[in-house]
């Protein structure tokens, strides 16, 4: 791993870089994808929505800010790799023809007192587009190898076999979110990660040598070919997507079916363990708190835990999101 390591970080230091200008195109390819929404996915219809114009997903947002901290942060260059985000927050739609840039200010570092060969920075970033307007911010921490020490011999890996998906049937009544029930998970089913997809996500969003190159990744940390933190959290929304379709159908036989808004971002994001090629991991949603919205009439404000577990029964994916959601049924 070379090009880039932890002594090259002063706190209080600044780094900037972009631009990176969005396309309709692309905002539309990474819903269809991943995110299914009206208000991502057609301009026309998007009128009628929470949002009322077409917008990127906040999963692209990030994955668009990792492209640019690769860049100009991390120089091109591989880290060691991140442990997760302590909060992130989605201010303003990212629109078509946003020239998207970051602002990153090195917050501290701390070398890792167990693993002589690395140390960990905690970056506050923020992004903002072409009038100078913050769209996303968001507080990490990322792992860089240290010069002069020996590294950690890569781990020991074996890659999982794929595995055949069968896709639930199953499904639930949809709630309007003053009555919706606290502490049910829903199942919201597997994914599988294959390298094919991994290497793709990455050469978009996440072009690191352990997510794009199988024999590079052999020799980092990690030792072997994994998914970008972001792809798992993408997979989890793609998860929701489908799982919720089947439940609008259910709900709909019988009554009304409750719209969901944009979310304002998420807390406690948690990359536990690599998810390595050939992985599957089932994803669980839990509502665990809920309010009126004082600024939207009719909506509510949604808190959820969501995990994903891998085939071996390991939670390797965790983290606490919010989201709007249609309150009451109208009278």
């Avoid at 993408?234 to 919720?244: D, E, N, V």
Wanted: aromatic share 10%; charged share 20%.
């Amino acid at each position: 791993m070379t090009g880039i390591a932890f002594e090259d970080f002063t706190p209080g230091s600044v780094i900037e870089g972009g631009p990176l200008t969005v396309t309709e195109a692309e905002i539309v390819a990474f819903a269809a994808e991943f995110d299914p929404q009206p208000f991502h996915l057609d301009a026309e219809a998007a009128k009628a929505t929470f949002v009322g114009q077409l917008i990127g997903s906040g999963w692209q947002t990030a994955g668009f800010g990792m492209r640019l901290l690769q860049e100009h942060v991390f120089r091109g260059a591989t880290s060691m790799g991140s442990p997760g985000i302590t909060e992130l927050r989605w201010l303003r739609p990212v629109l078509p023809g946003d020239a998207l840039r970051i602002a990153v200010k090195v917050e501290s570092c701390r070398a890792s007192n167990t693993k002589p060969d690395r140390g960990f920075v905690i970056f506050a970033m923020t992004v903002l587009n072409g009038a100078g307007e913050r769209v996303m911010t968001q507080d990490f921490s990322v792992m860089f190898p240290r010069r002069g020490t020996e590294p950690l011999p890569p781990r020991a890996v074996t890659l999982a076999e794929p595995e055949v998906l069968v896709e639930p049937d199953d499904a639930e009544a949809l709630h309007f979110l003053e009555s919706a029930p606290l502490g049910t998970a829903r199942d919201l089913g597997r994914h599988h990660f294959t390298p094919e997809a991994i290497t793709a996500f990455a050469r978009t969003y996440d072009p690191q040598a352990f997510h794009l190159d199988p024999e590079a990744a052999r020799r980092t940390h990690f030792g072997g070919l994994c998914a970008s933190g972001w792809h798992t959290a993408a997979a989890w929304m793609k998860r929701l997507h489908i799982t919720r379709e089947r439940d609008i159908a259910f709900t709909a036989r019988t009554g009304p079916v409750p719209q969901l808004g944009p979310s304002p971002g998420f807390r406690d994001m948690g990359w536990l363990a690599p998810v390595y090629a050939g992985d599957t991991l089932r994803y669980t949603c839990t509502l665990v708190d809920k309010r009126a919205a004082a600024s939207r009439p009719g909506w509510g404000l949604a808190t959820h835990e969501n995990v994903g577990v891998n085939q071996r029964g390991e939670t390797v994916f965790r983290f606490t999101g919010s989201v709007f959601w249609q309150w009451a049924r109208e009278a």
